[in-house]
């Protein structure tokens, strides 16, 4: 019997790399990857030439997939072109995008009167797939939500590719807003310093604002007044580095420090001997209880970035996921969250004050 064929687009950089790691230990699909340039099989995975500029060799690429994951970036630089293929063709669609804006052209696609979609699952990664599960268990059933305040703490020893600190260097020192008090605010990246208390081997951060899909779907989607997001290093002499480069964007010394994301790639690359590869991603809500759902990894934190779109995977597969425009609060119940996570070594926590 043939299996189903999910295509991978970034399958050669450091998340793609996990998520075929997660795939061929939790799900029964053929894994193809999708390169800019012919080239042969990697390991057992079969590769198909597809350039996400050119959406007539993407639209080739899509032929006989069940569904498509796009792991690629960094995602500011990216088009939507891949999710409109599969809009097109009724193939179901997933990204582990953290870039605000990619995700809202995402969400803008998708008409909200069909009900013939495939399913749609943009920010499917640590946000907004995993941070809004922990937000949905600890607003709980209360009425009132006076903030949301998400902090993702990685490891020093955790992954350090060049999308990734592309996407932080893109917001440090950046203006964006978010939804505080009520009403929407203007802040800057990499600032308004504020701690979150992990439970073990994490511990306390202090982590800065940073831009993510977050700030735009959570107040509505939890009637929040206040909805932040916050990471950080587990250096602080390297937090502290990064919120002066932020300062020198703000005060107008420098106009944008992306170009220079090699450079700290590298540099922090030197560091990487330090620290611990263990890490968390945390939601505290604020209402008439205070909780703190946290998700904790002891070892291999970075993994944690693509459980939830290796989860949707094998819910599409079996037909049990939702179509269309997927919601990043209620996809898994707190008791299948929990299962998901023991079954990788990681721990979900919930603490109550």
């Known amino acids: 019997m043939t299996r189903p064929r999910v295509l991978l687009f970034g399958g050669t950089g450091y998340f793609g790399r996990l998520l075929i790691e997660d795939l061929g230990r939790c799900s029964d699909c053929d894994v193809v990857l999708a390169s800019r340039r012919p080239q042969k099989a990697i390991g057992r995975h079969e590769t198909v030439v597809a350039d996400l500029s050119d959406s ?20 500011q630089l990216l088009p939507t072109t891949v999710a409109e293929l599969c809009l097109r063709r009724g193939i179901h669609y997933i990204d582990l995008s953290d870039d605000r804006e990619f995700a809202a052209r995402v969400r803008s696609l998708v008409p909200e009167s069909r009900r013939d979609l495939p399913a749609i699952c943009t920010a499917w990664s640590t ?10 268990i600890g607003v709980g059933g209360s009425n009132r939500v006076d903030a949301i305040y998400i902090h993702m703490a990685p490891g020093n020893r955790g992954a350090r590719n060049v999308s990734t600190v592309h996407s932080l260097m893109h917001s440090v020192g950046r203006s964006f807003t978010v939804f505080r008090g009520g009403s929407w605010h203007s802040v800057s990246g990499w600032s308004e310093p504020r701690t979150f208390d992990f439970p073990p081997p994490v511990g306390r951060r202090n982590g800065y604002l940073v831009d993510v899909p977050d700030h735009d779907l959570f107040p509505a989607l939890f009637r929040a007044d206040t909805v932040e997001f916050r990471t950080s290093s587990e250096l602080n002499p390297l937090n502290w580095a990064v919120a002066t480069l932020a300062w020198t964007r703000k005060t107008g010394l420098v106009q944008s420090w992306t170009p220079f994301s090699g450079t700290l790639q590298r540099v922090t690359s030197l560091l990487s001997f330090i620290g611990h590869d263990s890490g968390a991603v945390g939601v505290e809500v604020a209402g008439p209880v205070t909780r703190r759902v ?3 990894a002891r070892s291999a934190a970075q993994r944690m970035a693509v459980m939830p779109a290796v989860i949707m995977t094998n819910l599409l597969l079996s037909g049990a996921a939702p179509h269309g425009l997927v919601s990043p609060a209620t996809w898994l119940t707190k008791e299948e969250l929990r299962i998901q996570c023991e079954n990788r070594g990681f721990q979900l926590i919930i603490e109550e004050s």
């Open 56 to 75: 007539s060799s993407v639209d080739r690429a899509l032929y006989g997939a069940s569904i498509v994951i796009c792991a690629a970036g960094p995602f």
């Open 127 to 136: 946000v907004s797939a995993l941070s809004g599960l922990l937000a949905q």
């Open 294 to 296: 946290s998700v904790v």
